[in-house]
């Protein structure tokens, strides 16, 4: 082979070298590989830098003030939307008279229960203190009277009661208001 062809195949040969190079270069696998991390293709081609990682969303806090009136009979709809999970703290302050032969008494109603006055099946809760306040979350019924710290069992909105006797006529001889404040604050 000459000088001049030899000169001619390794040109080419080099050539050859770089084309495949290029070839390599220009697959977007292997492009990829040369990119630093922390980054990735978008859908037009530009890169865009990887979102942070998720972070817990801030607790979502809601406060309700409210009235339950000892003269209106059985549960007082507060419309407070609540989700499974929900932490509620209830606050009550007020009295409210519930019987005239007897003094007014605050949310934690009286030193009796059901029981003690001889009609177990006409309150909501009868273990508890008549005249108490009381709540409500779906089917679930419970103590609040002065404070309650409660998780709300299941979706539902909060209503709001008196441990009175649950039948008709028992409430009109009442009197008075309690103060209610409701915050809730979702996880
Ligand atoms: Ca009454």
Known sequence: MSNANQRFVTTVGVFTIVGAIAAVLNIPEFRSLLRPSGYHSGVSGQELPLAPPPSPPPPEIEVISTVVEATTPGWTNTGLALQRGDVLDIEVSGTVLF?????????????????????????????????????????????IGRHSHEIAQSDGTLSLGINERWIPGAWDDNRGTFQVSVRRERQ
């Open 99 to 143: 019987d005239p032969t007897i003094q007014e008494v605050g949310p934690d109603g009286t030193p009796w229960n059901a029981s003690s006055v001889g009609h177990p099946n006409e309150f909501m809760l009868p273990k508890e203190h008549l005249a108490a306040v009381i709540g409500k979350i779906g089917d679930r019924i419970f103590l």
